[in-house]
């Protein structure tokens, strides 16, 4: 079956940090492009980052220098280092995996999601202050 499993959210203060786990099964995990995503309460869901199979990632204004992507190819697995948490990071976090093989163009400009087509179940996250 293919599938993706999120795991690693939980409540931390803000200035906290997390780290996050996606395990993708069912499919050769290193050849796709993976992103995490996140919907905050009362958002749509917005794209953080992604990342390629050659290991370039693409991060979001409000993520960068605080986030960090990494992909272990040998565990299927995809991380998502989180430091200086904020209130504003609180939501359900989301991994994806690209419907080809390269990450959607778009997704530089647009941080949409577009173009990912397999979901995994969602972790939240939630920041107090």
């Known amino acids: 079956q293919v599938q993706l499993a999120e795991s690693g959210g939980g409540s931390v203060q803000a200035g906290g940090s997390l780290r996050l786990s996606c395990v993708g099964s069912?499919?050769?995990?290193?050849?796709?492009?993976m992103g995490w995503f996140r919907q905050s309460p009362g958002k749509e869901r917005e794209g953080l980052v992604s990342?390629?199979?050659?290991?370039?990632?693409t991060y979001a204004d409000s993520v960068k220098g605080r986030f960090t992507v990494s992909r272990d190819n040998d565990k299927k697995t995809l991380y998502l280092e989180m430091t200086d948490l904020k209130p504003e990071d609180t939501g359900v976090y989301y991994c994806?995996?690209?419907?080809?093989?390269?990450?959607?163009?778009?997704?530089?400009?647009?941080?949409?999601?577009?173009?990912?087509?397999?979901w995994g179940q969602g972790t939240q996250v939630t920041v107090s202050s």
């Open positions: 990342h390629e199979i050659d290991g370039i990632a």
């Open positions: 994806a995996r690209s419907s080809g093989r390269l990450c959607p163009r778009d997704f530089q400009t647009t941080f949409g999601s577009a173009g990912f087509g397999l």
């Open positions: 069912g499919y050769i995990f290193s050849v796709y492009c």
